[in-house]
């Protein structure tokens, strides 16, 4: 094995051990990982992927794919990464309210590109994650209740398969890897464009506001059944931390009249407000706080109690609750992402052992971008989309060749059924 020969059919930038540029481009963000690929290749074209895939393919190197190092879980120890991070064009066109969107673009690329025409993306909290992991994980931001998931958006999507083929997957072409790449993560292929909705949403209301602490069980047990009332247009959760006050977060998409008579039942259980409140604010300069979800898991109903006595232990810094339901529950022809009937969200910035107590009241189920086990995704699907989604992978990657990633194992020859495990 040479990476002569990679360097040969390879016009991007290929750096090996020892090379200047090899540790910057090798990092993920989380640092222990410290993944120590022979080589990272820096596509910058889709006849780069390509070339890099045969490659590894014919070299039997081990093969990973990495944009931002957000979502990176599994390290690329002794194999071949490749970066998408230079195919970062964003072009936007209005009138279709669609953008084509490199698969190394940041969601940040795309906002400040849809903007000018009063268009926005779904989006999610951070402008530095990569719009092809976010979306192929599912997607879940600020918009999701009044538009879907990302994945939901996704119209397009020009993929390397495993043979170092082209495929193109849409809803008429190649449906089936079009189903699996809206929630299956990285399994499929690699991703070298993708086209997304666009949303005609300039300015929004939103904001913290933040009551008693006191009230926070009961406004906790009344968010659990005034949910299912909460409209579309409206997006909240409940913050809690070691303070004084707890935290409603909230952004309406549209005017002030209609953000306060959507939040109105809920602040009337929460009581006067202490601080903060919403504000007119542009979508594309929304900095809401969120709670990092170390642990994170799915309820039917809230464990009232239980999630409040989460701040009382001191190694917990942060509790998210959040709805999800809206248009993410309703949403017809969606791919695998996400248990769409399941309202409520958890996410503890803590030890596991903090969520022991609560934990037993979830659902066990999860959500590819907030899944943190590569050993077992299953969790993040029904148990129908993880058997549909494990014969796709049969189809278009029978030897696992995308498996340095939150993996999808094919289901074995010959078997349509396969246990979902
Ligand atoms: C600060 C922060 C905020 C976040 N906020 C949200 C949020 O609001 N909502 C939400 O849903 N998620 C959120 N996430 C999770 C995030 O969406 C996932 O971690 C996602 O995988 C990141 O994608 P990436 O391309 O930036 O990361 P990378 O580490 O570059 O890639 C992660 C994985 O995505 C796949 N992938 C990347 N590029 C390609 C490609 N070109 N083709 C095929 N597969 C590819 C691969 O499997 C890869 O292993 C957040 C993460 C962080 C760190």
């Known amino acids: 094995m040479s990476s002569q020969d990679l360097r040969r059919v390879f016009s991007g930038p290929v750096h090996q051990p020892g090379d200047t540029d090899y540790d910057v481009q090798r990092a993920a963000l989380n640092p222990a990982l410290d993944a120590r690929p022979v080589l990272v290749a820096e596509a910058t074209s889709p006849a780069d992927v390509r070339a890099a895939v045969t490659w590894a393919r014919t070299h039997d190197v081990p093969l990973a794919v990495q944009s931002t190092g957000h979502g990176t879980h599994v390290p690329a120890h002794g194999g071949l990464l490749i970066k998408t991070s230079r195919l970062a064009t964003v072009l936007v066109d209005p009138d279709r309210r669609i953008a084509k969107v490199g698969a190394g673009a940041r969601w940040g690329d795309v906002v400040a590109a849809a903007a000018p025409f009063g268009l926005i993306p779904l989006s999610g909290t951070s402008p530095a994650v990569g719009v092809a992991g976010y979306t192929f994980g599912g997607g879940f931001g600020l918009l999701s209740r009044t538009f879907g998931l990302a994945a939901d958006s996704l119209v397009r999507a020009d993929l390397v ?141 809230l464990p009232v109690d239980g999630l409040v006595d989460l701040v009382n232990d001191e190694s917990v810094t942060g509790v998210e609750i959040k709805h999800w339901g809206g248009a993410i529950a309703t949403a017809t022809d969606a791919g695998p992402a996400a248990h769409r009937d399941v309202p409520f969200s958890v996410a503890v910035n803590g030890p596991a052992e903090s969520v022991t107590s609560v934990r037993r009241h979830s659902t066990g189920g999860s959500f590819l971008n907030f899944h943190h086990d590569a050993a077992d995704v299953a969790p993040a699907y029904t148990a129908d989309n993880y058997r549909r989604l494990r014969a796709v992978k049969r189809d278009w990657d029978p030897d696992n060749v995308f498996h340095t990633n939150l993996n999808i194992r094919p289901a074995h020859h010959g078997s349509e059924l396969v246990a979902a495990q």
């Open 161 to 301: 398969t495993a043979d170092g083929d082209v495929a193109l997957a849409t809803r008429d072409r190649n449906a089936d890897l079009f189903w699996a790449v809206r929630g299956g993560g990285g399994n499929f292929g690699i991703a070298t464009s993708l086209e997304v909705r666009l949303y005609p949403v300039t300015e929004v209301y939103a904001g913290v506001t933040r009551f008693p602490v006191e009230r926070a069980a009961e406004t906790l047990a009344y968010y659990g059944e005034w949910a299912a009332r909460e409209p579309n247009e409206l997006t909240t959760a409940i913050l809690l931390d070691q303070s004084d006050t707890f935290g409603i977060k909230a952004m309406y998409v549209g005017g002030a009249v209609g953000a306060g008579r959507a939040l109105r039942p809920l602040w009337s259980v929460a009581g006067p407000p202490v601080a903060g409140g919403l504000t007119p604010t542009r979508y594309a300069d929304i900095a809401l706080p969120s709670v990092a979800p170390r642990n994170f898991d799915l309820y039917r109903s």
